[in-house]
């Protein structure tokens, strides 16, 4: 069980997610990233984007080809579902006020996901503003929320893990000139007793090492790495 992975290093050891978007990696640098990945301790492989016009099967072949990482949908559109994954974050968009991304593409998949022989991990996903307009806050029709103002934030990861939520993810948008504030990460994570996953602007060790400080169980990378698998082992260096 991935999910139970994740609870059993929940504050004792970091992992580390690799977001692969199908919109956005070239299947020839795919084998140079497992690869790296799989040298930089990455732990878990996340595949989606905001929008993605590839099927998202083949892609999951492709890496299940070459590596035997847990690979977890990350969709931002129900078309992006394929039952060749392990497992799915049911994200419910619990920062923006969009119906569409609370429960109505949940009710889409739900037969679909039902049938699938996918984990299921249901998680708050939370956008926070980084000073440019994300893929994710324009595609969903959402408002982010304010980085300076981590008593929202905590009120939020709250509510959701209330509603019954299994992980809280605070996202920066892919491609965010900055992480997430530290100040932000460690006021969610004091008040959680679910797990913590952070991504969004995260480009170098440095950056890495901060967002585990503050709190992550787990961080993302994605777009620094998508292009460039060395830059990956870079980044993993804070791991160790
Ligand atoms: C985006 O959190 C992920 O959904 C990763 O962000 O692409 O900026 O690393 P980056």
Known sequence: MIYQSILN???????L???????ETSSDVLPALIESA???????????GSLVNHPVGPLID?????????VLLFPGTPGQLSDKADGLLLLSLISGRNPEFLIGNHVVAAKFLKKSSLEIIPTGYMLIENGIT??????????????????????TALAGEMLGMKLIYLEGGSGAPTAIPAELISAVKKN??????????????????????????IAVVGNA???DATKLLEIAKAIK
């Open 9 to 15: 290093s929940s504050g004792k050891k970091r992992k």
């Open 17 to 23: 997610a690799l977001l692969i978007d199908p919109e």
């Open 38 to 48: 799989l040298r930089g301790c990455v732990s878990i492989i996340l595949v989606g």
């Open 62 to 70: 492709a890496i299940k080809k070459i590596c035997s990482l847990p």
């Open 134 to 155: 994300s893929s994710a806050e324009y595609m969903s029709n959402t408002r982010p929320m304010p980085a300076n103002k981590p008593e929202l934030a905590v009120s």
């Open 192 to 217: 959680i007793s679910i797990p913590l996953i952070v991504g969004g602007g995260i480009r170098s060790a440095g950056d890495l090492k901060k967002v585990y400080e503050a709190g992550a169980d």
């Open 225 to 227: 790495v998508e292009n």
